[in-house]
């Protein structure tokens, strides 16, 4: 065997090429290379163009004017502007109450029963379709006149109320209709997080006599982390994008009070009437901050576990 | 602008046909590809505009034509993209401050040259005012249409009621339909825009027509006591209960089921409401049309009378193709044609066209051509600079919901007035 190998041994061994020696660390760069090419085309170039944007005075198609910082001074004294951070804050904080939901939504169906599958595909159902049926469904459901929700409270004796047409209920009435697609979302994520769940720690709490919330506070949930963790960021990041509800509900009003910062820049900058790029892109870089903190709170947090794993 | 158009609409009165062959060089050689982008795209429109260009395709076999119709709402968002790159030869718009943003933007044709042959500069002269920035025409308008106040016929003649010609009148009807269980008025204000109908007569009957434009101009404050008597009379109509409630939550689509199933009396309205009127059911006798009635008699009437256009972008690539198609579109029997009740059922622009025998097209075109002589404004969100409008007409939405509100409505509309012009 050793003596068929001498003669290629013999020789000179062929000078390896560039490429060989080094196809090993490249290889990983050059699967990355589109993705990362067109991240920095649309994402990382756009965030730039953006606050370049945000120093002028723009309609989009004639010359921009350089303005400093008037836009954003503009922006201090903008009620509009104050309505949409607020309802941004209402939205970051009660979209939140999708994990909770889709946790006990995920409890729930995490039992073998017949035809299990099919109730876990119907509850994930609403993620599935898209985010203007679900505003679409929402709206008639809210409709003064003929909308199933006041018929509903109609039992009570209240209504009827114009979810959609008052100024203290809309915001609320569209986080609902948000609410429903996200639940299934984080439910997904929990029905999979409950499979990875050890059954002998189960076991081992039931011995201990752990049972009920016990067992879900000190057994279960710190098992859940991870999952608790992404469904966390989903949702904030669903909150601050939730944009297409606004738009198909109730188009930012009634007068306005219904806006969150990404409908409003999309209405200064790009709708009907909007001819104002540069002080959408003020908003837009007000919103990019808002963002940053949340992304460097979770850069910092997988910082820190990539560490301690 | 509205001198001319007086002038022009009795012209037409008067006389039967004086447009003539519009078409002179219509059999002039034309070939290559014409692009043509549309915003007509609810289905009765679409099938006009269709027909229409394949009649002009007829002229011109050698003519390789597209046609794009798009989403009339999508469009308004669109056609800043289309203009820039990858412009058609022709394209809908609006008039007045309307297109002003990409007159300015260079964006637009030039067709002045156009308006400069008599045929067509005499036959348009009605809307040549609402096309014309710095002394040029930057398009063609192929429609308009009145507003005023359509009415369920059968419920008025059931209260005994008359078309009022006086604001008292207008609000004792008013307050005897609403002793009848029913709304006075049906509107949606969801898009915002319905609002400004409203604002715009009542300002255009307390203060006048130059007044309004004035204000359209940004020469008078928002916080004037004349604006404010504007929002009085206004608020006269809100404390009476007379709009229907929940409109903030409606369109203008779905607010006409109110009319139709008889919850509200009438609707201030383009045209337009007509159409989905009769296809609900309703049948001509029990609708009918009046002028919004005077409030200061002071005052001339003047309307609001929207108007449609073709431009040609700067950038297209067939402008003789393209201006041959616009001398068609204008043409008398084109106009006649694609105004008709089967097709458009709005009022022709071209002095040598006739308008077809409808109910409402023949009040509107007497109301245009006898009763409004103050002048002719186009919309408000057409008049007022796009920012302007949009602020304004989230004010006045505002203010039917809230009156109490109108201070700081008024405070932030001239603020924002300080600002934009």
């Given at each position: 065997?050793?003596?068929?190998?001498?003669?290629?041994?013999?020789?000179?061994?062929?000078?390896?090429?560039?490429?060989?020696?080094?196809?090993?660390?490249?290889?990983?760069?050059?699967?990355?290379?589109?993705?990362?090419?067109?991240?920095l085309l649309y994402v990382i170039f756009p965030i730039f163009q953006s606050f370049q944007v945000s120093f002028y005075q723009w309609d989009g198609l004639g010359e921009a004017e350089f303005v400093g910082l008037r836009n954003y001074d503009e922006l201090r004294y903008?009620?509009?502007?104050?309505?949409?951070?607020?309802?941004?804050?209402?939205?970051?904080?009660?979209?939140?109450?999708?994990?909770?939901?889709?946790?006990?939504?995920?409890?729930?169906?995490?039992?073998?029963?017949?035809?299990?599958?099919?109730?876990?595909?119907?509850?994930?159902?609403?993620?599935?379709?898209?985010?203007?049926v679900v505003a679409l469904v929402f709206s008639w459901f809210y409709d003064p006149t003929f909308g199933l929700f006041n018929e509903f409270i109609g039992i009570f004796g209240l209504g009827p109320v114009a979810v959609l047409g008052d100024e203290r209920y809309v915001t609320l009435g569209i986080i609902v209709a948000g609410l429903w697609p996200q639940t299934a979302y984080c439910m997904i994520l929990y029905l999979t997080g409950l499979n990875a769940v050890d059954p002998e720690q189960i076991e081992a709490g039931r011995l201990d006599g752990a049972k009920g919330w016990k067992m879900l506070w000190y057994v279960v949930l710190p098992q859940l982390k991870p999952a608790t963790f992404i469904a966390f960021v989903v949702t904030v990041i669903g909150a601050l994008r939730s944009f297409d509800l606004i738009s198909v509900m109730t188009n930012g009003g009634p007068f306005g009070e219904s806006r969150v910062l990404a409908f409003y820049m999309f209405e200064v900058a790009l709708s009907e009437y909007g001819f104002r790029m540069g002080y959408g892109a003020a908003i837009a870089v007000i919103l990019f901050m808002?963002?940053?903190?949340?992304?460097?709170?979770?850069?910092?947090?997988?910082?820190?576990?990539?560490?301690?794993g | 602008m509205n001198s001319i158009l007086k002038a022009s609409l009795a012209a037409l009165a008067t006389t039967a046909v004086l447009g003539g062959p519009v078409l002179a060089d219509g059999h002039a050689k034309l070939s290559g590809d014409l692009k043509i982008f549309l915003d007509t795209s609810n289905p009765a429109p679409r099938a006009t505009m269709e027909d229409m260009i394949a009649r002009f395709n007829a002229l011109h076999p050698d003519l390789n034509i597209e046609t794009n119709v798009i989403d009339r709402e999508a469009y308004k968002t669109q056609i800043r993209n289309f203009?820039?790159?990858?412009?058609?030869?022709?394209?809908?718009?609006?008039?007045a401050n309307r297109m002003r943003p990409y007159v300015e933007a260079g964006l637009f044709e030039d067709v002045s040259d156009l308006y400069a042959d008599p045929e067509i500069g005499e036959a348009l002269a009605s809307t040549k005012g609402a096309l014309t920035i710095d002394d040029k025409q930057w398009g063609v308008a192929y429609t308009y249409y009145q507003w005023g106040v359509y009415y369920r016929e059968d419920i008025y003649n059931e209260l005994g009621l008359t078309e009022p010609s006086n604001w008292e009148e207008f609000k004792a009807n008013c307050q005897a339909i609403l002793d009848s269980g029913r709304k006075?008025?049906?509107?949606?204000?969801?898009?915002?825009?319905?609002?400004?109908?409203?604002f715009d007569y009542l300002n255009l009957r307390t203060n006048?027509?130059?007044?309004?434009?004035?204000?359209?101009?940004?020469?008078?404050?928002?916080?004037?006591?004349?604006?404010?008597?504007?929002?009085?009379?206004?608020?006269?109509?809100?404390?009476?209960?007379?709009?229907?409630?929940?409109?903030?939550?409606?369109?203008?689509?779905?607010?006409?089921?109110?009319?139709?199933?008889?919850?509200?009396?009438?609707?201030?309205?383009?045209?337009?409401?007509?159409?989905?009127?009769?296809?609900?059911?309703?049948?001509?006798?029990?609708?009918?049309?009046?002028?919004?009635?005077?409030?200061?008699?002071?005052?001339?009437?003047?309307?609001?009378?929207?108007?449609?256009?073709?431009?040609?972008?700067?950038?297209?690539?067939?402008?003789?193709a393209a201006r041959a198609f616009l001398k068609f579109v204008v043409s008398a029997d084109n106009q006649t044609l694609i105004n008709n009740g089967e097709n458009l059922g709005q009022l022709p622009v071209n002095a040598g066209s006739s308008v077809d025998d409808d109910e409402f097209l023949n009040q509107g075109f007497e109301m245009l051509s006898q009763n409004s002589t103050g002048g002719v404004a186009q919309f408000f969100d057409r008049d007022f600079p796009a920012e302007m409008a949009k602020a304004g007409m989230e004010g006045f939405q505002e203010f039917m919901v809230k009156p109490d509100n109108l201070d700081s409505i008024l405070d932030r509309l001239e603020r924002i007035r300080a600002r934009v012009y």
């Open positions: 065997m050793a003596d068929a190998a001498l003669p290629a041994a013999g020789l000179a061994p062929p000078p390896r090429s560039w490429w060989k020696r080094n196809q090993q660390t490249l290889a990983p760069w050059l699967f990355l290379a589109p993705g990362a090419a067109f991240f903008d009620d509009a502007f104050y309505t949409s951070l607020w309802n941004n804050v209402i939205w970051l904080v009660l979209y939140l109450a999708a994990i909770p939901a889709g946790l006990f939504i995920a409890l729930f169906l995490n039992q073998k029963v017949f035809a299990i599958r099919l109730y876990k595909s119907l509850f994930f159902f609403p993620f599935v379709i898209s985010q203007v808002i963002m940053m903190v949340y992304i460097a709170f979770f850069l910092w947090k997988m910082y820190r576990d990539e560490k301690e | 203009l820039t790159a990858n412009a058609p030869d022709v394209a809908t718009w609006y008039a006075c008025f049906t509107i949606g204000t969801k898009f915002l825009w319905t609002a400004g109908g409203w006048g027509f130059d007044f309004h434009m004035q204000l359209a101009a940004g020469e008078v404050p928002w916080t004037d006591d004349r604006v404010r008597q504007t929002f009085a009379n206004w608020r006269e109509l809100i404390d009476m209960g007379a709009f229907i409630d929940n409109h903030a939550s409606y369109s203008w689509q779905e607010a006409l089921p109110f009319m139709v199933q008889g919850d509200a009396a009438g609707y201030l309205m383009g045209n337009f409401a007509v159409a989905p009127l009769r296809d609900a059911g309703l049948t001509d006798d029990q609708i009918d049309f009046y002028q919004f009635p005077a409030i200061n008699p002071d005052v001339a009437m003047a309307e609001d009378a929207p108007t449609d256009t073709f431009h040609i972008p700067a950038q297209a690539q067939n402008k003789d």
